[in-house]
C-alpha cells in the first residue's frame, strides 16, 4: 500500500507539519512577550480588570476579577514568568512535532520498520513524560505565587495538583513502553533478515 496516496496519511503528515510551524510562531511571539516584559516592564500595560480561570474536571469557569485585586507590579512580575512556561512547553511540543514528522517521513520512504524510528518514540515518550512532570511543577508553583498574591475580599484563594496533567504523564509512560515493543520488533526483524 502506498502510503502517499491514502488521504489519511496525507492529512495527518500536513497536520504534523501545520502544527510545528504553528508552535514556532508560538514561540517566537512568547519569546517577544517574554523579552518586553523583562526589558521594558512598564510598555505592556497591566489588566485593567484581569481574569482568573478555575477548572473543574474537565470544563473551566472564567471569573473577572475586581479592580485592584492586582497589583500592576504583581502582575509585571508573573507575566514573564507565564510567557517562560509557555516558551518552554512550546519547546518540547516543537521537538516532539519534528520527530513525529520525521517518523511519518520514513514511513512515507517505505521504512517504517528502523531502529531509527524506535529511538525517536522513546526520544517522544521522553519528552511528553518531561513536558507533564515540568507543567505540574510549574502550576503548583506558579498558581501558589498567585495565590499569595492576589488579594480578593471576602475571598481566600488555595492550590491543588492538578491531576489532569498526570494524563500527560501516563501517555509518556505508555509511548515509552511502545517504543520497547517497537525496538524489540526491529530487533527480531533485523535478526530474521540476517537469517535468511
Same mark, same amino acid.
Given at each position: 500500500?502506498?502510503?502517499?496516496?491514502?488521504?489519511?496519511? %496525507?492529512?495527518?503528515?500536513?497536520?504534523?507539519?501545520?502544527?510545528?510551524?504553528?508552535?514556532?510562531?508560538?514561540?517566537?511571539? %512568547? @519569546?517577544?512577550?517574554?523579552?518586553?516584559? +523583562?526589558?521594558?516592564?512598564?510598555?505592556?500595560?497591566?489588566?485593567?480588570?484581569?481574569?482568573?480561570?478555575?477548572?473543574?474536571?474537565?470544563?473551566?469557569?472564567?471569573?473577572?476579577?475586581?479592580?485592584?485585586?492586582? %497589583?500592576?507590579?504583581?502582575?509585571?512580575?508573573?507575566?514573564? @514568568?507565564?510567557?517562560?512556561?509557555?516558551?518552554?512547553?512550546?519547546?518540547?511540543?516543537?521537538?516532539?512535532?519534528?520527530?513525529?514528522?520525521?517518523?511519518?517521513?520514513?514511513?512515507?520512504? !517505505?521504512?517504517?520498520?528502523?531502529?531509527?524510528?524506535?529511538?525517536?518514540?522513546?526520544?517522544?515518550?521522553?519528552?511528553?513524560?518531561?513536558?507533564?512532570?515540568?507543567?505540574?511543577?510549574?502550576?503548583?508553583?506558579?498558581?501558589?505565587?498567585?495565590?499569595?498574591?492576589?488579594?480578593?475580599?471576602?475571598?481566600?484563594?488555595?492550590?491543588?495538583?492538578?491531576?489532569?496533567?498526570?494524563?500527560?504523564?501516563?501517555?509518556?509512560?505508555?509511548? +515509552?513502553? +511502545?517504543?520497547?515493543?517497537?525496538?524489540?520488533?526491529?530487533?527480531?526483524?533485523?535478526? !530474521?533478515?540476517?537469517?535468511?
Amino acid at each position: 500500500m502506498d502510503l502517499d496516496r491514502s488521504p489519511a496519511f %496525507s492529512f495527518v503528515r500536513w497536520f504534523v507539519r501545520v502544527s510545528w510551524v504553528t508552535v514556532l510562531i508560538g514561540m517566537a511571539l %512568547s @519569546l517577544v512577550i517574554l523579552l518586553v516584559s +523583562l526589558l521594558a516592564p512598564g510598555s505592556i500595560p497591566p489588566s485593567t480588570r484581569p481574569m482568573l480561570d478555575l477548572g473543574f474536571y474537565g470544563s473551566s469557569m472564567t471569573i473577572r476579577l475586581p479592580a485592584g485585586a492586582v %497589583s500592576p507590579e504583581f502582575e509585571s512580575r508573573v507575566r514573564p @514568568l507565564v510567557f517562560a512556561f509557555a516558551l518552554v512547553e512550546g519547546g518540547i511540543a516543537a521537538v516532539v512535532l519534528h520527530e513525529l514528522g520525521r517518523i511519518l517521513d520514513n514511513m512515507a520512504e !517505505h521504512t517504517p520498520f528502523v531502529m531509527e524510528n524506535a529511538s525517536r518514540m522513546r526520544f517522544i515518550g521522553l519528552a511528553v513524560l518531561s513536558a507533564g512532570v515540568m507543567a505540574m511543577v510549574c502550576e503548583i508553583a506558579l498558581a501558589s505565587h498567585i495565590a499569595d498574591n492576589l488579594r480578593i475580599p471576602g475571598i481566600d484563594l488555595g492550590v491543588k495538583i492538578n491531576l489532569a496533567r498526570l494524563d500527560i504523564i501516563v501517555v509518556g509512560l505508555i509511548i +515509552l513502553l +511502545l517504543a520497547e515493543v517497537f525496538r524489540y520488533g526491529v530487533q527480531l526483524q533485523d535478526e !530474521h533478515d540476517l537469517t535468511v
